[in-house]
């Protein structure tokens, strides 16, 4: 089945490569959730996301020439996502956030199921005191992941939330798997230590 998906990419790569605009237009229907899952993560104005959006697609058409099949051919578009998020908030000039100060230094990525955008001042928001416990740390954690180092919070998201390997997320960010793992390993180790510093072993279920 998976022979199958490549062979079917392959066909439609390559009638997109003799000019068959039609297929292309298939190609971004099927990748459009991808993209923009990507650009949502950046970027919170709508606007912006929709003019990351027709740039990606964009850098797809010129570059697909250049495709050679050594990869998936998603884990390749996320990478152009990717990287066209990066210099495009650098021309930006956006101003990023860390530990709720400003810090220019750093970029961070954007939110999943609560996890802030790029471009969006960190929210101080106390949760209301009803909040059920698991609910409160898992808030809690949400705001932790958002404070960490750019790379380790770009890599704990893309491993732990979107379910990508280690080696799609090597090729995607362009390190090496080692560092990929350290980062891992170092994220995790931050947020448990984080954790058990506001919660204990009994509230944390460990």
């Known amino acids: 089945m998976a022979m ?34 990507i650009v949502v993560r950046f970027v919170s104005n709508k606007a912006d996301q929709e003019e990351l959006g027709q740039e990606i697609f964009i850098k797809i058409y010129e570059n697909l020439p250049s495709f050679q099949f050594k990869s ?16 495009y908030l650098r021309k930006k000039k956006t101003i990023f956030y860390e530990n ?10 954007t939110k999943k199921s609560g996890f802030m955008a790029i471009d969006e001042i960190p929210s101080h928001t106390v949760l209301p005191d009803d909040i059920i416990q698991q609910d409160q740390i898992s808030s809690f954690l949400q705001k932790e992941i958002n404070r960490l180092p750019f790379h380790y919070r770009q890599v704990i998201t893309l ?17 090496p798997i080692g560092t990929v793992k350290s980062y891992i390993f170092r994220a995790r180790r931050l947020l448990k230590d984080r954790l058990l510093a506001k919660y204990s072993k009994e509230e944390l279920c460990l």
């Open 4 to 37: 199958e998906s490549v062979d079917n990419e392959t066909i439609l790569i390559k009638k997109i490569l003799a000019g068959n605009l039609h297929e292309f237009r298939i190609l971004v229907r099927k990748y459009k959730k991808l993209v923009y899952h």
């Open 159 to 175: 491993y732990h939330l979107d379910d990508m390997s280690q080696q799609e997320i090597a090729e995607i960010m362009d390190l």
């Open 100 to 109: 709720g100060k400003l810090n220019k230094k750093h970029e961070y990525d």
């Open 72 to 87: 998936k051919l998603s884990t390749w578009i996320d990478k152009i996502a990717y990287h066209t998020c990066l210099n």
